[in-house]
C-alpha cells in the first residue's frame, strides 16, 4: 500500500492511531504523602502532545483488522439489489436514514455512497441462523472464520509530526510512504479473488486507483489531504489447476476484476470515492 503523492495527482498524509497519545512531564518537586494529591499535582504537569501513529517493534503499521475492514466495507457499499435481491449484508446494519444536511455528521460519507446507502440491509447471524451473506462467507462474521486473512502491513520509513487546527498534533505516515504486507486465502473462487481486488478499488492492472483510508479522510478543515492512498499487488499465487490465469500481475488482476464483474453484472457499483469527495 502507497500513501499518494504527487505523482499519483493527489499528495496526501496518512493516520492510523495507536490509542496513545506522546507526553511530555516537567519535573515535579513536592512532598506529599497524599497519593491523590500527588497525582493531581502531576496530572496538571502533564502537556499531551502529538498522536502516535500505530507501531509494532517501532515500524509504522497498519494493523491487518484495518486493512482488512476497509476492502470489506468498499466491497459491502458497492452492491446494490439486483431483481429485489442484495448479495450482502452490511456488518453493521442500521436502517435507511435521511440524507444529512451537508456539515452534518456522515454527510460526506453518505453522498459518496447514498446509491447503496438507501437501501435497509439486515445484519448476518451466523450463531442463529447457520447461513450467511457473501461478504461475511468471505470475511467472516461472529461464529464463522472467514477465507480471507490479512497480515499487518509495516512500513520502514520516517514518520512526520504534522500540526492541525486547535492545537491538535499527529504523528503521520507522508506522502510516498509504502506498508507491505500480505493476504493470503483459501477456497476462493476465481470471481471471489476478482471480487477481493475490486474492493482494493483494482481494475486494469496491479496498482489501484486512489481509494480513502484511515482517520481524517472526509475532513476539509485540514491543511492537508488525508487517507488518500493505492493498493499495489506485487504478485498473486495460484493454484496450478487454474491455467487460464497465469500471465503477468495485471494480466491476473485484470482478468480476476473481469470475472467478479460478469459474475455480479448488474450488482456493483464502481464509484471513485476520491473524485467524488473532491467536488463535495
Not at 453493521?92 to 440491509?121: N, T, V
Not at 461475511?136 to 500540526?163: A, M, P, R, S, Y
Not at 476462493?188 to 492492472?205: A, V, Y
Not at 491455467?243 to 464509484?271: I, M, W
Request: glycine share 8%.
Amino acid at each position: 500500500m502507497k500513501v499518494c503523492s504527487k505523482e499519483d495527482g493527489i499528495e496526501s498524509y496518512l493516520h492510523v492511531g495507536s490509542g496513545l497519545f506522546t507526553i511530555t512531564l516537567d519535573k515535579i518537586k513536592v512532598k506529599c504523602d497524599d497519593l491523590t494529591k500527588l497525582i493531581s499535582k502531576i496530572s496538571k504537569e502533564i502537556a499531551r502532545d502529538a498522536s502516535s501513529f500505530m507501531r509494532i517493534k517501532n515500524l509504522p503499521t497498519i494493523p491487518g483488522s484495518s486493512v482488512k475492514g476497509n476492502i470489506r466495507s468498499r466491497i459491502e457499499l458497492s452492491f446494490i439489489p439486483k431483481d429485489g435481491k442484495i448479495r450482502c449484508c452490511f456488518i453493521r446494519s442500521s436502517p435507511p436514514r435521511r440524507e444529512p444536511k451537508k456539515g452534518e455528521h456522515g454527510w460526506r460519507h453518505y453522498r459518496i455512497w447514498k446509491e447503496s446507502l438507501q437501501f435497509d440491509r439486515k445484519s448476518c447471524d451466523y450463531m442463529r441462523e447457520e447461513k450467511v451473506c457473501l461478504v461475511c462467507n468471505l470475511f467472516g462474521t461472529t461464529g464463522l472464520q472467514g477465507l480471507i486473512f490479512f497480515d499487518d502491513f509495516v512500513g520502514d520509513f520516517e514518520t512526520k509530526i504534522i500540526h492541525l487546527p486547535h492545537g491538535e498534533k499527529i504523528e503521520v505516515a507522508p506522502p510516498g510512504s509504502r506498508f507491505i504486507g500480505e493476504v493470503t486465502f483459501a477456497n476462493l473462487k476465481p470471481e471471489e479473488l476478482g471480487l477481493l481486488l475490486f474492493g482494493m478499488g483494482l481494475r486494469n492492472g496491479r496498482i489501484s486507483k486512489p481509494v480513502l483510508f484511515g482517520k481524517y479522510k472526509y475532513r476539509n478543515d485540514l491543511p492537508y489531504n488525508f487517507g488518500v492512498v493505492r493498493y499495489e499487488i506485487e504478485k498473486i499465487e495460484l493454484s496450478k489447476s487454474l491455467p487460464e490465469l497465469e500471465g503477468s500481475t495485471d494480466e491476473q488482476v485484470r482478468r480476476l476484476v473481469e470475472l467478479a464483474l460478469k459474475s455480479f453484472d448488474g450488482e456493483l457499483l464502481d464509484v471513485d470515492e476520491v473524485k467524488i469527495l473532491e467536488r463535495l
